[in-house]
């Protein structure tokens, strides 16, 4: 068996990449490793990867359709697709839209067009997002709520993502699974997010920035559930007419921020400076995750809380950057 998997040297990517080869896959990474955060940890991840026999890697960009396409003729033998390469980050997209487009739009359809040429392809799992939620009011989040209305346009391309999945489902036949993940950290992290931005800071002696003045609420989940639930998907395709299914990867608890900034002072055994202020354009107040449609089809089960993630994550922390 062999998997591709798109987004490798990213947070989510490369976990998988690795738990994939811990149960004797073949894994094809690609990644088109982009300036948007930090290069050197996405090295740092690839280098983990490469040092494994299974895994072989190609440096690409999503939406180069020329060398996407090649790889159905160099890699005739793959037979699944977990696409977890993306323009990540709600707040980046107010700057930079045209990245969204061409990553999350262009990219999806280009993945799907080299689903289509794979002759041997069983299941394509690909990753949508809390964030088509949008501002929605009713808790916890269903797979069954109208996501309509996202508030960024980060959010709208991942609803687009699930609508031209559907679309190709629907057309071709192709098996695919929708992952909408809520809030994942852990270890090897993306250092845009609270996590990574919090911890550096309140090691360094400056003040963390606490968006809604600290009324935020979030359903963290720790990067190991996750992959648990991604593999979970995977080995499930759809049966369904169209073949395309939708679930939520969340923990099924929403944590007040500053519960979740305490946690992280008690592990890192420093206290937080912390600038209060106004919310954040299209960001939301809060997330929490219905996870009754993954335990039931997937036996999808997370079962690590804040109090055993953050200090998981610290750890991690304090050994890659030598703090």
Known sequence: MTVLVTGAAGFIGYHVAEA????????????????????????????????????????????DRTGMLKLADEFPGI?????????????????????????????????????RKLKDLRHTVYASSSSVYGGNTKLPFSVGDAVETPVSLYAATKRADELICHT?????GLKLTGLRFF????PWGRPDMAPMLFARAILKGEPIRVFNNGEMWRDFTFI???VGGVLAAFDHPPESLPPHRIYNLGNNKSEKLTDFIAALESALGREAAKTFEPMQ???????????????????????????????????????????
């Open 20 to 63: 994939l080869m811990m149960r004797g896959t073949d894994v094809l990474g690609i990644d088109n490793l982009n300036a948007y955060y930090d290069v050197n940890l996405k090295v740092a991840r690839l280098k983990r990867l490469e040092a494994k026999q299974k895994f072989s890697f190609r440096k690409l960009d999503l939406a």
């Open 79 to 115: 037979d699944g697709i977990v696409h977890l390469g993306a323009q990540a980050g709600v707040r980046y997209s107010l700057e930079n839209p045209f990245a969204y487009v061409e990553s999350n739009l262009m990219g999806q359809v280009v993945v799907l067009e080299l689903a």
């Open 168 to 172: 190709y489902a629907h057309l071709y």
């Open 183 to 186: 809030t994942v950290y852990g």
């Open 224 to 226: 190991d559930d996750i």
């Open 281 to 323: 354009a299209g960001d939301v107040e809060k997330t929490y995750a219905d996870i009754e449609k993954s335990r039931r089809d997937l036996g999808y089960a997370p079962t690590t809380p804040i109090s055993q993630g953050v200090p998981k994550f610290v750890e991690w922390y304090r050994d890659f950057y030598g703090v």
